[in-house]
């Protein structure tokens, strides 16, 4: 029976590893699109669009499918409640707030996280914007004041958010086709109930 390698991935105390850029991305590898507000604060996307996106930047022990382009090996990585927990702090810590970039391809100005918290507790502010998502969960708020960005946005272009940054393998462990099934169950069941 086939088994795929799942890769927790951790970062060091030095600060030498973690998250060094936000991306806004159209197909965000956790699979949660943001919200963008209108002047509003009306919660859906609006052609009035003033700038703000609000959404999950990391959802802890989420299975993130990933393969190497020259290998061809496929394999999971996540991340614990612990170190999302780490990685924002250290994203603060260390000023980063206006490291952004498109698609992860191109550096952009303009860009900046300006709100941010850990998921806690069932009354948690990410409700007030239509997610419902787990515990430990990085949850960021970016300002957008790059026109360029901000006619993506418009048009759909990116639609939502992805991590850059460097980690250290925690731990590596395999789930068989079984375990793999299930667990990509339970992360569609999770994305339907906040729909």
Known sequence: MKKIKVIEYGIDDAGLLGVFAISVVEQPAIGVDFVALSEQHVVKFKEDFRGLLYGALLIPDQLIYRRNDKTEEEYYVKYSKDTIRAIAYNYLKQNKTNNATVEHAKVVDGVSLVETWIIEGENDKSKNFGFDLPEGTWFGCMKVENEEVKKQIQNKEV????????????????LSAHEEFAAILDEINELLKGE
């Open 159 to 174: 639609l939502g958010f992805s991590i850059e940054g460097n980690f250290g393998v925690e731990k590596e462990m395999y």
